[in-house]
C-alpha cells in the first residue's frame, strides 16, 4: 500500500493482484519488437517477462480521503467469480477487502 498527499488529499494505492496477466503482442496491437528492445533496461523484470511475453500489470484501486469524505476509485476485479475467459482471475480469492479496511 502506497500513500500520498496532493494537496489537500490523501491518496491511497490499494493493490488486489500484480502479476503478469495479459501477452504484451495481444495486449498492444502496435507491439514491436525493435521499439520494445529500446525500453527493456526499464521493463525487465518488473513490467515485462521476455521468456513469457506477458505484461506485468498491477490491478488496484486508489481511495481519495479529501474533505472528510472517502471515495473509492475502481472496485478492481473481486473475489469468488467465475471468469472462464480469464483464467488467472477465475475464482479469486485475494486480500483485497482487509487491504481496503487497512487505512481505516
Known sequence: MT???VGAAKITRIEETYGHFFEARKFFAEWRDEIVAEHMGWMVPNHFDP??????LSIHSWLVEIGGRKILIDTCVGNHKSRKHRPFWDQLNTPYLERLAAPG
Do not use: H, W
Not at 521468456?51 to 506485468?56: C, D
Open 3 to 5: 500513500t500520498a498527499t
Open 51 to 56: 521468456a513469457t511475453g506477458y505484461l506485468k
